[in-house]
């Protein structure tokens, strides 16, 4: 990588001061999840002596994760809030802050719990619907809050040169570093998630597995990142001028700039309505059809578990087990990272998803090939190509997200965000069913070839379906956006 493929990181860094904040707080907070996953994935392993018994946990977590689905949106939107502008950023910002607060203290309790006695499914039920409801109910609110404390803009044109609008009728405005901190925040995550495989096995050994250790160090550095969010990524105050006082009082909304529109006081599922209504506009086809292809991904990565497959079909080890989360860890650090160079070079977002999810059909398609084996000698192979699989999905996912915060206006974005998440949910409990048979019927290699043909099938109907328009859809480079001999625009032919 040459130095100056990091240019549009380095000067994200440079102008952005708060994405600096974020984005080291986020990274704290993603440390945290990923070194308690160890104490989690071995305390459901202990929990699930039978089908019987993991039925009593997951069906309750389904649930919980669907109705988080179902509030995320209008959530992150200011859901009955007559909010706009820095009103909803400041109230995305308490929403943020106090929910991990919340699910810190959450934690806490768990702690103790551990400590106090043998765990059962019972006694655990609730914090694991709590955190199966937090994980998708403030999601959007959190991918909205990042774009929201970035205070650089470029107008958005279209290909004709003329201003592109959103939902209300006002001009359309791209936040400039939006690419680079997109990709900023999702290789932390991914090297968070290293981290925490990495330090996560060695603290559980020292503590003689004990799990309390990595559930009490998750709740701190949930805590800690909720400190460093209020006060160092306020939206509206620099963080010199924060204080606690600041941040308990209710500042009084200012007036909307000519052209905006304050959001209506409306119920939940008018909003998620709204939302499929911002996606079913003609003008919004090449969106509405990207997140269709994203939301195959999801569907299709629903349909299998690499560490199921290396445990139980190719018969490897733990250690290979371990292994394997690592190295896929890894790859997928360098797939997010690829997103900026892939968007400078290409400047047309739907061309390089559709080449991405392609290749990544091929590839399922051929890790499904090499655990025809089903031996141990398969496994090196198999964790090598499915790596492909993870950096190429991870790509997609962060492809998927920039084409969100692009399109629409600060207060359309967490409907958006809820919507598709809500059609994801749904789409992966009927996966969950449909995979079973599928694999009963003709086992799990055959299973994922055909798994990965269907991917690759799929996305060529949609690019059959949307034609020349949605493969124009994406974003200017950064590039052009902070040269002055060039005209930022939002590459497509659409207004949001």
Known sequence: MSPRALDPIVRAFREEPKLRAFALAHFVDDVGVAVAAWASMLLMTNLFTSQAERAKLMLPSLLAFLVGTIVSGPLADGARRRLSGPGLARYRHALVVGSRVVEGMWLVLLVALVKTGTPTIGRILPFVVLSAFTKTAFRPARIAFA????????????????????EHGAPLVQKTHLVAASAVTSSLQAAATLLGLLVGGKVLAVAHGSYAPLFLAQATLHLTFAGMLAFLCHPTLRSGEVTLASLLRREPEPPAHEGAAREPAVGFFRQLGQGLRFLAR???RPLALLLVGTALVELVTESYDGKMMVKHVLHGSDDAVRYAEIVWSVVAVLGVAAVPLLVRAKGRLAKVFVALMLLDGLVIAFSGKIAGAEASR???PFVAVLAIDHALTQASTSLAELAQASSSSAGMRGRIAGTYALFVIVGDMLVEGLASAAAEAMGLPAMLVRVGLLQVGLVAVLVVFGGRRFLRFGL????????????PSLVGERAA
């Open 147 to 166: 774009v929201d404390i970035l205070r650089k803009e470029s107008p958005v044109l279209r290909d004709d040169g003329s201003p592109a609008h959103d």
């Open 282 to 284: 003609g003008d919004q």
């Open 378 to 380: 398969a496994v090196v």
């Open 476 to 487: 200017a480079s950064e590039a052009s956006q902070n040269e002055p001999a060039a005209s």
